[in-house]
């Protein structure tokens, strides 16, 4: 059993282009099944972090491939990005 503070400290990597994505900030969770549909992971600053963040890359939990115990492994061929 993982505690989802636990994986907020691990790096999120892009299997597909080697590409470090951030680390987890939020998961979205299904409240009538109670499974977890995907992981948000902040996207990347603009202007050196003075403009805030661009969108959040959602990573539906499919693309999720492995967690390790420092890095969590997706397969994203497109990033989908929310606000």
């Not at 080697?18 to 998961?27: A, E, H, I, Q, W």
């Not at 600053?45 to 959040?56: K, T, Y």
């Amino acid at each position: 059993m993982t505690k989802s503070s636990d994986l907020k400290v691990r790096d999120v990597v892009n299997i597909v282009d080697g590409r470090r994505l951030g680390t987890m900030s939020d998961v979205e969770v299904d409240l009538e099944t109670g499974k977890v549909t995907a992981i948000i992971v902040p996207g990347p600053a603009r202007l050196w972090g003075l403009l805030g963040r661009q969108c959040d890359y959602v990573i539906p939990w499919e693309r999720v491939k492995k967690i390790g115990p420092d890095v969590i492994l997706v397969d994203m061929p497109q990033y989908e990005m929310r606000e």
